[in-house]
C-alpha cells in the first residue's frame, strides 16, 4: 500500500470513528441544560455524520431527537458558509434523499432545513409537498425562500392548478416573489370571540 | 433651554426632511390640518395584544381617555381570559375581538397599539398602516431584516405615524445620559459595553399537548411555521426561543441598544461587522444561547459595541450599558427609562455652545410620555416620533444580525445601504422567513 492510500486510509477511519464517538454523545440526555451541548463540535465532523443523523431525528427519545436536529442545524449552516459550495451540495442532496424517504415525523424540519441552503435540486422534492396537505405551507415558504426561476416556475404551476384557500396561499408566494398577482383573502377576519362587550350598565 | 429643545427639534424634523405642517389624513374620514388629531381632538384607539405590556397599554389609553385625547373603540386578543380581562377593565363601548383583521377593516379607527409576541409585529403593523392608522408596536419593531423593511414601506407609503415601544428614548433617564454623551461628559466614546444577565434554560422540557382553554393557537402562532402547542413554548416563554423570541439580546437589547445608539448620535450607521458567540443549552425546548457575546464594529466614526450575557457588569444592577471615553467612563443602569440616570449625568452641565437633546416632555411616566410623543407626531402631522420605525428597525437589526452570526457562527459584515451581508448567500436567505398563509405581509 503507497504512503498516500494508507495515509487516506488512515484519515478516513479517523473520520469515521469521530463520528461514532459524536454519535454516542447525540444518543445521549444530559443531566441539565446546562451540561456541555452533546452536538458540540458537529461542524468540524465529515459530512459522512449526516445520514445517521438524519436517521434520529425520528427517535422516540424526544431529546435525542433534538439533539439530533440542532446537530443537523449546525451542519447546514457550516455547510453554507461562503467558499464552501460543495459542502453545500452535499448537504442538499443528503435533505433531498432523506424527504423522498417514505414518511417521517420530521419531515418538516428537514423542508425548513433545506431552505437555507437549497438550489435547484430541491425544488421536485418540494413541489411534491406542495401536494400534501400536512406539509404543503412548509414547502410553499421554502419555495419563496430558495431563489431562482425553478422555485418561482414551481410555485407558478402549482398556481395555475390550485383552487380556493390554498390558491391564495400561493398567490401570497408569488407576489412576495415580486410578481403581480390578482387580490387574496388573507385580511378576510374569521376567527369569533366568545367575550361580549362590557354593557352600558355597569359603569 | 425650553428654546434650544425647540429649535433642536425643527432640526431633527430637517435632518427627517418632512415639511412640518404638512396634512395628514385620518381614517376616521376626516382631512385635518397637522395641529389636530381629530374632529373633536381625540383619536380613536385599539389595541391587539392585551398580555403583560400590552395591559400597560390599556391603562395608559384609559387615563387619556380620561383627558380627553383618545377614545378606546376595540380590543383583540387571542386568548379568550386575557381579553375578558382588559374588556373588563376598559369602559362600556369597547369591542372585544379575537382576529385582529376586524380592527384592520374598520374605518373609524385611527390608530392601534400593538403588544402581540414579536413575530406579529411586522404583519400587524403593516396591515394596519396599510388601511391608514397610525401604530405604535412594542420592540423589538421585527424577528427579521427583510419584515422590517417592509415595516418601513409601510408607514411611508401610507404616510402614517409608526413609534415603536423602546421607550427610553423619550424617559429622563436615558435622556441624561444622551446629552452629557453628546457634550463629551467622558470625551469621545469608542467602545459601548452591554451587561446583561443569561437566558434561562429550559431543565424540565414538556411533550406537546393541547392548547388550553380559550387560547386560540393557530391565531397566536400567526406567521410561524405550524408547530403543535407546547406548555414551554407559550405564553412567556416564547422569548427564549431563537425562531420566535431571540433571547435577551432581542428583548432588553432593543431597549439598550436603541439607547446606546441614540447616545451615540449613531441611527446613521446602518453598516457595521458583527461576530457572535454563544453557549448553547443542552437540553429543553429553548434553543437561544445562555451566555453570549456579540461584537459590533462601526467606521466613520470608528467604535465598538458589546453585548454580554452576563458580560462585565460594571454597575449595580442586573443589566445596563457603560459608554467608555478618552476620560472616563459613563454607566447607564438598565435601558434609561425604568431606573435614573448615573448622578453624574444628571447634574451635567452643557459647556458653552453644546448641543441640547429633545425630549417630549409631557408625562413624567415613561411610559405615558412615549405614547404623547407619538401623538404629538400625528397632531403635528411630521408623522417622525422619537423611535419612528426606521430607527426602530435599525435597532432591531442589531439584534437580529447578532443572533443571526450566533446561529451561522460565523462574521458577518453588514451592508446598511443595500440592507445585506457581504459575499454570504445563505445569511442573506436567512434575512428573512416566509411567514404561514394567511398571517403574510
Known sequence: MSAAVAGGAASAAAAEAGIEEFLTRV??????????????GARELDLGVVPPLLELLDSPEREVARNAKRALQEVVRHAGRPGAEKSALAMEGYLVE???????????????????????????????FLNNAELREHARCALIRIPGDSSAAA???????????????????????????????????????GVKPKPASSQ | MAQLARLSRRKFLQRSAVAAGALSVLRSGVLQSATSPGANGKLVVAHIGVGGMGMTHLFNS?????????????????????LEAAIENANPGVTPYRDYRYIVERKDIDAVLIA?????????????????????????????????QAMVRAARENKVAVQVGAQARTAKGAWYTCRAIRNGIVGKVRRVSCWHYANPVDDKPVPDSPPPEGLDWDLWLGPLPYRPYNARYQPANFRWLLESGGGQIRDRGAHQFSTILWAMNADHQTSFTVEARGRPPAKGLWDCPIDMEVVYQFKDPDWTLEWGQPGNRVGKTEFGNVFWGENGHLVLEWEGGYRPANPEAINFQLPPGGEEVYRTDEYEDFNMNHKADWFKSI????????????????????CNLGNLSYILGRKLIWDGDRQEVVGDPQANRLLDRPQRYPYVL
Do not use: M
Open chain 1, 27 to 40: 444518543k445521549q440526555v444530559p443531566e441539565t441544560a446546562s451540561d456541555k451541548p452533546p452536538w458540540t
Open chain 1, 98 to 128: 432523506a424527504l423522498a424517504k417514505p414518511s417521517t415525523a420530521s419531515r418538516a424540519d428537514l423542508i425548513w432545513l433545506l431552505s437555507e441552503i437549497g438550489g435547484r435540486r430541491s425544488i421536485p422534492v418540494l413541489t411534491r
Open chain 1, 155 to 193: 410555485l407558478r404551476t402549482a398556481w395555475n392548478k390550485a383552487e380556493g384557500v390554498w390558491k391564495s396561499a400561493l398567490a401570497e408566494a408569488l407576489r412576495a416573489r415580486g410578481f403581480r398577482v390578482p387580490p387574496t383573502d388573507k385580511l378576510k377576519p374569521v376567527a369569533q370571540t
Open chain 2, 62 to 82: 384609559l387615563r387619556f381617555e380620561k383627558e380627553g385625547k383618545v377614545r378606546i373603540a376595540a380590543i383583540c386578543d387571542v386568548d379568550e381570559n386575557r
Open chain 2, 116 to 148: 402581540t409576541p414579536d413575530h406579529w409585529h411586522a404583519v400587524q403593523t403593516v396591515h394596519c398602516c396599510q388601511s391608514g392608522k397610525h401604530v405604535y408596536v412594542e420592540k423589538p419593531a421585527s424577528v427579521t431584516v427583510r419584515e422590517g
Open chain 2, 379 to 398: 397632531r403635528e402631522g411630521h408623522l417622525r416620533p422619537a423611535v419612528d420605525i426606521e430607527i426602530g428597525h435599525r435597532t432591531a437589526t442589531l
